[in-house]
């Protein structure tokens, strides 16, 4: 099979051909700040598909709900328009309204439907969006949009808060001769304004792909990628993943292509998405570690994910990572009490190859490897249960001083 | 109804009649210090009925497996054995075999069963028990065991580990002209040996108590008050809390006795529960705050519990406590993201008495208020669903930079 070619740190969007973006300052923060961006525009002139993966939280932001009203009532799609500084979550009514706006006043600069545009926010709670500032930004980001890397690098830039880079990924290959392309940008789950932990991610491919088919890949590739990491257990208002298709290269991608076709694009959208989770990780508020959990045998899947949640979200846990310290006695203790089967005579732990208990017998005598490992600034955590075959990997951080410091207040 | 007196930093156990203890250092830490009180014995010579709730980590310490097979056995019970410094825990056969010996020797000392002792443990996980010195320091505290107060203060100091204080408790009532003791002790949520966090409490009563009302009396006190506090969301392999009645009074309590009888008794096991409990979570790692979460017109018990312990143990939030900020959107976003039952436009929220939130509405004018009430020590925040009717209240601490430093290593 063709070999996919992943690239870090490109310019994502504008490596699709048919799309621009910009990124724009508008003060959204209102600290006559017209410096740094806060503002993108995604467009593409030629219609597109979408699909849309959204926050499970009960209290949505507007954003998120108009996003998901733009989905369901199908495209076609133009353009994604995103902030950064302001949620417009827990802002009810006027909130929406506010959305609203935002897409009818791209629409009618770019002349297309208002329900062709998603909406997205992050920043601070339950605070009114300055609509002036922000439609003023709009109206230079449909003049500015276009398609070089710069345009890409400043979309990317426009959507972070209390991020340290910019995160994007394209991730290209050749089918029958053509090269395709599926590239993104995302933000992370930190919060310059300590109101928020958002995640947004959008995507888009040159590729032509039916609505029900992109939704597929799209809520695959999230389940197994953005779902399965944690900085700090704290699931946003605002979380938003979409990708939009414009089928600029006039080939389509669907249930009845040739499946050496599916599974590319499927792996492309996944190794995409997977890249961006990873910046998003990486990035997590004050962190220095990156830690990745893995579960197998377990009983079940659930039994797995919720082994690997209590682990990647203990206080405990977290707290030793930070210090470097091999404490296997608190990886048991969250295993024990995460609501999953489990036999502690069983349970094998070990810190990337090196086993701590094997079989509920502790290895006191591996400790100075244990102690060299957990030094790095990326390792393996690894529970078998032996009691399935079921897996789950989670990448998660520690939690630092620095992180509850920087959170205490605005 | 006669009132209860309630007695705080009492001698806790030594206060009910016919109950000895002892508190003797055996350096169970081996740090060659002989001056810590780190083992205590509770004892009675009139055979007790017991109860007791344990851990639900599937995870379990030898020791909660043997109390757990010594209540099962059904008694008489005469006495707790037990030290900090060592959890004994994820040791396997040997940590059973040791526990058992603990309980052995004490028997074979007083000359009673073994299985009218409880053995209870609390600090570093994964150690073997140091046991001549823990068989030492048993033989010291059966030759010391007294009834002064001083016997009972020591006793309470041996079972802490990085407490900063002792958690003691003596609850007392008249009741057809004669007085009535039930009286606790308890360690809380702390790791001066960073492997663990267990809470121990041990009560008393002079009343003669037949074992399945004492086991329901206790459970449902058990179920309000120490069920309700979180520190930080990690439960412990040790987690134990176990009550003795010795009759001493010569008074019994149960199913047919009077109502007036029955009330009292219950109330007061639920008051000496819910002391210790707030002694607890006063106490807790690091803490600068103690926060009442209160969750009130939930559409069912399990849908207030879950929007509770969502808040109450957010790192986001928890952060915001500690830096006295009314960051009342986090609250909002947990409660969302709790996986209860839960409509935007419905949701109040309030700091004390002062709202922040009406029916989704954010109260910015108030926001001078809510600065002040998040600058006590203790306060209240309450999120009323209106929903239904259910209730859930549950006593939670900030998360310090201190925690996180204390934690992250031995």
Known sequence: MTPLIVTLDTPGITDVPGFEVAGVPCDIREKQDLKRLDLALLFSLRPCTAA????????KAPPVLLCQKHLAEGGPFH???????????????????????????????????????????TGRIGQPMPMPRLLKGLERAVTEKGRTPEHG???????????????????SFTYDGKKHFVAGMAKGAGMIQPNMATMLAFLATDFSVPRSFLQKTLSEAVAGTFNCITVDGD??????????????????????????????????????????????????????????????GAASSEDAEKVARAIGNSLLVKSSWFGEDPNWGRLADAAGYAGAKLIEAKLDISYNDTPAMIAG??????????????????????????????????????????????????
Chains 1, 2 share one sequence.
Request: contains cysteine.
């Open 153 to 171: 690098n400043k979309g990317a830039s426009a959507i972070l808060t209390s991020d340290t880079r910019a995160k994007t990924v394209t991730v």
């Open 52 to 59: 849309g993966t959204f926050t499970k939280n009960a209290v």
């Open 79 to 121: 353009g994604i328009i995103a902030n950064s500084g302001n949620a417009n979550a827990c802002t009810g009514a006027e909130g929406l309204a506010d959305a609203q706006a935002t897409a009818q006043r791209a629409a009618a600069s770019l002349n297309l439907k208002p329900t062709s545009f998603f909406v997205c926010s």
């Open 235 to 296: 699931m946003s208002t605002n979380d938003t993943v979409l990708i939009l298709a414009n089928g600029h290269s006039g080939v389509s991608v669907g249930d009845k292509s040739p499946r050496e076709l599916r599974v590319l694009f499927a792996e492309a959208v996944w190794k995409a998405c997977e890249a961006l989770a990873d910046k998003i990780v990486s990035d997590g508020e004050k962190i220095t570690k990156v830690v990745e959990v893995k579960v197998v």
């Open 361 to 410: 017998k502790p290895q006191p005598e591996l400790k100075p490897q244990w102690k060299e490992i957990v030094r790095a600034r990326r390792f393996t955590v690894t529970l078998n249960l032996h009691l399935g075959k079921a897996t789950f990997r989670l990448l998660a951080t520690d939690l630092t001083d620095g992180y509850v410091n920087y959170n205490k207040s605005e």
